[in-house]
T-cell receptor, first 111, second 113 residues
Framework: GQSLEQPSEVTAVEGAIVQINCTYQ??????LSWYQQHDGGAPTFLSY????GLEETGRFSSFLSRSDSYGYLLLQELQMKDSASYFC????????????FGTGTRLTVIP | ETGVTQSPTHLIKTRGQQVTLRCSSQ?????VSWYQQALGQGPQFIFQ???????GRGNFPPRFSGLQFPNYSSELNVNALELDDSALYLC????????????FGPGTRLTVT
């Protein structure tokens, strides 16, 4: 089976940098994704790591260490609109891109 | 390019009833996955359809069933509704089953009373 752990809540100041950690336990590992979900909205894709290292997309970066079963999402230059829930997710199995999600981290950006 | 759409937006049903939720995948996408998201939780995978065939199923009982049509739209059917079925039901589409990104619809909020 799969289990993913994230902090439940994080608060950060506008303009700052915040890191959201994710540790996972899976029977097989096929990649770690990050999704953002605003209240009442649909999850939207932010980033994917299939191999170790850092992926950068604008203000967002994601890191993966497969040996540590660990990843993180880094948000820079925080904006008020970044207040949302952030989920890490692992692929279910090879040949299927269904996702197993963590419980999510609620990020609150304050002025 | 049309995104993923779902209907209805909200639905209220009584315990024991049956419900059908619908999803139109993003243009060109042939794979649809369904997720259940309880309040304050992450989405949980129900099942996936690829080219009209089920391609994986999560830990949900058989009263959760689905279909995919030739135009790649999909339905989620839930029989014998229980109070715990109250949740946001999300549909996600992708091109093929090997991609890294899924595109989610806005969801259907189901309330079972």
């Amino acid at each position: 089976g799969q289990s993913l752990e994230q902090p439940s809540e994080v608060t950060a100041v506008e303009g700052a940098i915040v890191q959201i950690n994710c540790t996972y336990q899976t029977s097989g590992f096929y990649g770690l994704s990050w999704y953002q979900q605003h209240d009442g909205g649909a999850p939207t894709f932010l980033s994917y790591n299939g191999l170790d290292g850092l992926e950068e997309t604008g203000r967002f970066s994601s890191f993966l260490s497969r040996s540590d079963s660990y990843g993180y999402l880094l948000l820079q230059e925080l904006q008020m609109k970044d207040s949302a829930s952030y989920f890490c997710a692992v692929k279910g199995r090879t040949g299927a891109n269904n996702l197993f999600f963590g419980t999510g981290t609620r990020l609150t950006v304050i002025p | 390019e049309t995104g993923v759409t779902q209907s209805p937006t909200h639905l209220i049903k009584t315990r024991g009833q049956q419900v059908t939720l619908r999803c139109s995948s993003q243009s060109g996408h042939n794979t649809v996955s369904w997720y259940q998201q309880a309040l304050g939780q992450g989405p949980q995978f129900i099942f996936q359809y690829y080219r009209e065939e089920e391609n994986g199923r999560g830990n949900f009982p058989p009263r959760f069933s689905g279909l995919q049509f030739p135009n790649y739209s999909s339905e989620l059917n839930v029989n014998a509704l229980e109070l715990d079925d109250s949740a946001l039901y999300l549909c996600a589409s992708s091109l093929g089953t090997g991609g890294d990104e899924q595109y989610f619809g806005p969801g259907t909020r189901l309330t079972v009373t």
